[in-house]
């Protein structure tokens, strides 16, 4: 049975960082493209960070680039999420998301993901 199981969301203040952490249990992580998305309510899910099978190339959206930085760890079939510089902007609930890759394959778009966690609130504020 695959799953994903975030932690390390919460409260921080403008400017702080948080490290977001994803388990993946049930699947070989390393033929698996695996990122972070968010749901700000409102809005459509978007597309934060996503590191391509075996680790060979790692994409950020604009709006977090220089700011995230996402790691995975193949052998103990973990993600990570560093994020720095936190804005208000990024108050969401995050995903870790996976799907087994293929070429060709649209990395930002949330709809190629097959396997999703229970996501992990992320709150930004003074």
């Known amino acids: 049975q695959v799953q994903l199981v975030e932690s390390g969301g919460g409260l921080v203040q403008p400017g702080g960082s948080l490290r977001l952490s994803c388990a993946a249990s049930?699947?070989?992580?390393?033929?698996?493209?695996i990122g972070w998305l968010r749901h700000i309510p409102g809005k459509e899910r978007e597309f934060v960070a996503a590191t391509s099978w075996r680790g060979s190339s790692t994409y950020y959206a604009d709006t977090v680039k220089g700011r995230f930085t996402i790691s995975r760890d193949d052998a103990k079939n973990t993600l990570s999420l560093q994020m720095n510089s936190l804005k208000t902007e990024d108050t969401a609930v995050y995903y870790c998301?996976?799907?087994?890759?293929?070429?060709?394959?649209?990395?930002?778009?949330?709809?190629?993901?097959?396997?999703w966690g229970q996501g992990t609130q992320v709150t930004v504020s003074s």
């Open positions: 998301a996976a799907y087994e890759h293929y070429p060709g394959s649209a990395v930002i778009d949330p709809n190629e993901y097959q396997y």
């Open positions: 049930g699947f070989t992580l390393q033929y698996y493209t």
